[in-house]
């Protein structure tokens, strides 16, 4: 194998590595959200799992946020503004990040 096709293969293993900490940390993310959705919703224990389970799923209907973003304030409605909302996602995605990282 040349230099040239290991420095490919590393390329390649870092990116297959670098989408499967994203897609990680934006589940945890998304669980996150919806656990603190649940919160200001009133949800507790079980419900609350479930309701985070819904928002995990809200992420499988389009390719970014705006899935997730869409569930979470529809059913928050006067409870939590957009701002507030898109703020709490940024936040809970760098949360997610050091959990996944930290969890190796």
């Given at each position: 194998?040349?230099?040239?096709?290991?420095?490919?293969?590393?390329?390649?293993?870092?990116?297959?590595?670098?989408?499967?900490?994203?897609?990680?940390?934006?589940?945890?993310?998304?669980?996150?959200?919806?656990?603190?959705?649940?919160?200001?919703?009133?949800?507790?224990?079980a419900d609350a799992d479930?309701?985070?389970?819904?928002?995990?799923?809200?992420?499988?209907?389009?390719?970014?946020?705006?899935?997730?973003?869409?569930?979470?304030?529809?059913?928050?409605?006067?409870?939590?503004?957009?701002?507030?909302?898109?703020?709490?996602?940024?936040?809970?995605?760098?949360?997610?990040?050091?959990?996944?990282?930290?969890?190796?």
């Open positions: 194998m040349t230099t040239f096709d290991e420095r490919e293969n590393a390329f390649e293993n870092k990116f297959v590595h670098d989408e499967e900490l994203r897609f990680k940390a934006t589940a945890r993310r998304n669980k996150l959200l919806g656990l603190w959705a649940a919160g200001l919703l009133g949800k507790t224990g479930a309701y985070a389970r819904e928002v995990i799923i809200a992420e499988m209907e389009e390719e970014g946020d705006e899935d997730v973003y869409r569930k979470v304030s529809g059913d928050l409605g006067a409870h939590a503004s957009e701002a507030t909302i898109r703020a709490k996602m940024s936040d809970l995605l760098i949360e997610a990040k050091r959990q996944v990282l930290t969890e190796g």
